[in-house]
């Protein structure tokens, strides 16, 4: 290419350059100049099957939903609180209402200051920041008509496979349990009650699929934990999460020294903040946009994780597409995911995320990707 041709090419290609920004730039001002308004609304999930850990048991679930609104776009959040850390969801729609002239004040194209701001508003309210936040997102996302994962820089096609989850039941509706997720190549079983034999062997009854599982801080003493995790080994079983009590990561850590399987931390990671003192007694961490309050907070945690040499998990409570979703669209950046909280409900209103012989499969809509359901 000659000299001239090549000027000329160089100019209109920096010529479409700036006129992308100025285009960026506008669709900015013209976000940031109109009001925004603010809904939430506390939502009954009802479960496909009674969900029962060593915490609680439960026909249903209530999570709280967010609609921001600004210039004709509405972005959707969503919040499962966590009673563990004694969230409910109506405390949390209480708190954002609180919060509302902040919220309503903010720049959601200067999104961290905007959290900066509110987020003191919602002490200890971690689903409410976590549905505000993914509200933003997907409002971010949808003003600039790209997904969520883009808006990231992450790629699709790194998702990993989802688990499917097995709540503690008999062994009969566990059985069953276990057949009706056929498609999933993982599966996740909670444990941590004097149940635990007979549930492992009512899975093993009807499946050889890997297995992983969560006892929710159910055992008490580090003796009894290691001879359990010994005998999930054998059972074929490739990881462990919270196997004791949050609180007790010296005996934890004496059980990392002689677990035959990883040990992950669920209840005892709530924050970045809490990552780098668990790296002595766990091989890695669950991340939960739930506990951690939403998507940004979820990133710096796995990149402090990631800092700190241990495997990452993403999890979910809980809940509908609009959650589950979003802790979809970061899942590239994990080892391992359990996102399958979408699934275990009975009138899920939305369509995001899909599962495609148990790989996660992102919307390729802009923001979350969210739609509709129509049957």
């Not at 349990?177 to 993982?186: D, I, W």
Request: glycine share 8%; with cysteine; aromatic share 6%.
């Amino acid at each position: 290419m000659r000299r001239r041709e090549w000027m000329r090419t160089a100019g209109a290609a920096a010529g479409a350059a700036a006129l992308g920004r100025e285009a960026a730039a506008q669709v900015g001002t013209a976000a940031s100049a109109g009001p925004s308004t603010l809904e939430t609304e506390v939502m009954r999930l009802r479960l496909r099957h009674t969900w029962t850990t060593t915490m609680s048991s439960s026909e249903y679930r209530d999570t709280l939903h967010v609609r921001f609104s600004r210039e004709g776009t509405t972005g959707l959040g969503e919040g499962a609180p966590i009673v563990r850390y004694h969230e409910d969801a109506l405390g949390g729609q209480k708190a954002l209402e609180a919060a509302r002239p902040q919220v309503l004040a903010g720049d959601p194209w200067r999104l961290e200051s905007l959290e900066a701001e509110v987020f003191p508003q919602l002490e200890n309210q971690y689903a409410a920041r976590a549905a505000l936040d993914i509200a933003l997102h997907d409002w971010t996302g949808l003003r600039l008509g790209v997904p969520l994962y883009r808006l990231l820089g992450l790629d699709p096609d790194a998702a990993p496979i989802t688990t499917f989850s097995i709540g503690i039941d008999t062994p009969e509706v566990t059985r069953q349990k276990v057949r009706e997720a056929a498609e999933f190549p993982v599966l996740k079983v909670k444990v941590g009650l004097a149940t635990d034999e007979p549930t492992i062997e009512a899975v093993r009854s009807v499946t050889d699929k890997p297995l992983r599982v969560d006892a929710n801080e159910g055992w008490k003493d580090k003796e009894t934990a290691l001879r359990k995790i010994e005998w999930l080994a054998g059972k074929g079983v490739e990881m462990m999460e919270q196997p004791l009590p949050a609180a007790m990561l010296e005996e934890t850590a004496w059980i990392k020294k002689r677990s035959p399987i990883p040990l992950f931390a669920d209840e005892a990671c709530l924050r970045a903040s809490a990552i780098p003192g668990l790296a002595g007694a766990y091989h890695g961490v669950n991340v939960k946009l739930d506990k951690a309050g939403g998507i940004r907070e979820a990133v710096r945690m796995i990149h402090v994780a990631r800092a700190c040499g241990l495997k990452v998990m993403l999890g979910c409570m809980v809940s509908t597409s609009v959650s589950t979703t979003a802790a979809a669209h970061i899942s590239p950046l994990v080892d391992f995911a359990d996102l399958d909280g979408n699934l275990l409900i009975a009138n899920d209103p939305w369509e995001g995320v899909t599962v495609k012989e148990g790989r996660l499969r992102l919307p390729d809509r802009p923001g979350l990707g969210l739609r509709r359901r129509t049957a």
